[in-house]
Nanobody
Framework: QVQLVESGGGLVQAGGSLRLSCSAS????????MGWFRQAPGKEREFVAA????????YYADSVEGRFTISRDNTKSTVWLQMTGLKREDTAVYYC?????????????????????WGQGTQVTVSS
């Protein structure tokens, strides 16, 4: 079984920075992609960023492009989300998600349901 554990959330002032991490344990040898999603109170969960494990190609939501950076450490099966220039609207619970099983032409990194393992989430609160 695969377990994902997020950390690094907290309270930060607007304009500040945080770095989230997500560590995967268990059968992670077939990692294909990891993504970050978030859900704010009263809103639907949304895609934030994703990284393809082998190619290191990265993808971002328009709302975070240029402010957030996703990266990964293959040896540690860990992915980070460096968040800078935080805004109040970035306040949410952030979840990491893992897609295993190798390349698939049908994989859509934007979709929560296209991943097969998910973390419990970490709260990020941005104050004004």
């Amino acid at each position: 079984q695969v377990q994902l554990v997020e950390s690094g959330g907290g309270l930060v002032q607007a304009g500040g920075s945080l770095r989230l991490s997500c560590s995967a344990s268990g059968r992670t040898f077939s990692n294909y992609a990891m993504g970050w999603f978030r859900q704010a109170p009263g809103k639907e969960r949304e895609f934030v960023a994703a990284i393809i494990w082998t190619s290191r190609n990265t993808y971002y939501a328009d709302s975070v492009e240029g402010r957030f950076t996703i990266s990964r450490d293959n040896t540690k099966s860990t992915v980070w989300l460096q968040m800078t220039g935080l805004k109040r609207e970035d306040t949410a619970v952030y979840y990491c998600a893992l897609r295993t099983g190798g390349y698939s032409a049908n994989f859509r990194y934007l979709l929560w349901g296209d991943y097969d393992h998910w973390g419990q989430g970490t709260q990020v609160t941005v104050s004004s």
